[in-house]
T-cell receptor, first 108, second 111 residues
């Protein structure tokens, strides 16, 4: 079943602004992952954060994890038009399950 | 190059005509999975496999079959497709607790 829920469902910003997406999940996790999907294409792995980590960075991406609140956030700094995509959080423990995603639109 | 390959990429078929969508990975992953993606519903899991000869139902298995006779292949079979199976399908593979890799997708239309 879909264990993660992203918020907001859609987000529209201007180039150069920061974008923040949130994910809430229901069960205990070993790690939480974020993926990106460009329109109609396969998902691409962005970043994995383990349950004993609180924050992780990769380029312009920053992910935080709060296991007490069962939530994670993905921050994209200085966004670009090329960041326009859907973003999903996922758990890959006994199986790989996704939320419904956040659609991000970055306008030039 | 590490990859997950799905075929075909696009398929239009008629109701009731059996079809198979193939999925192959070259990374020796134990785990493979099929998803369908429909507007507003996100990715819903159809079936998954933890290893050869081991398959389990996901959230929406009705109308689908799978097999895992070899580690690299995980075909999705629609014995009697219906219009409500029109969707975008993705295959994925990986090792538990690490990143997963996705195929490019198969856009299926059943008329």
């Amino acid at each position: 079943s879909q264990q993660g829920e992203e918020d907001p469902q859609a987000l529209s910003i201007q180039e150069g602004e920061n974008a923040t997406m949130n994910c809430s999940y229901k069960t205990s996790i070993n790690n939480l992952q974020w993926y990106r999907q460009n329109s109609g294409r396969g998902l691409v792995h962005l970043i994995l954060i383990r349950s004993n980590e609180r924050e992780k960075h990769s380029g312009r991406l920053r992910v935080t994890l709060d296991t007490s609140k069962k939530s994670s956030s993905l921050l994209i700094t200085a966004s670009r038009a090329a960041d326009t995509a859907s973003y999903f959080c996922a758990q890959f423990y006994s199986t790989l399950t996704f939320g419904k995603g956040t659609m991000l639109l970055v306008s030039p | 190059e590490a990859q997950v390959t799905q075929n075909p990429r696009y398929l239009i078929t008629v109701t009731g005509k059996k079809l198979t969508v193939t999925c192959s990975q070259n990374m020796n992953h134990e785990y493979m999975s099929w998803y369908r993606q429909d507007p507003g519903l996100g990715l819903r899991q159809i079936y998954y496999s933890m290893n050869v000869e081991v398959t389990d139902k996901g959230d929406v298995p009705e109308g689908y079959k799978v097999s895992r006779k070899e580690k690299r292949n995980f075909p999705l079979i629609l014995e009697s497709p219906s219009p409500n199976q029109t969707s975008l399908y993705f295959c994925a593979s990986g090792r538990l607790n690490t990143e997963a890799f996705f195929g490019q997708g198969t856009r299926l239309t059943v008329v």
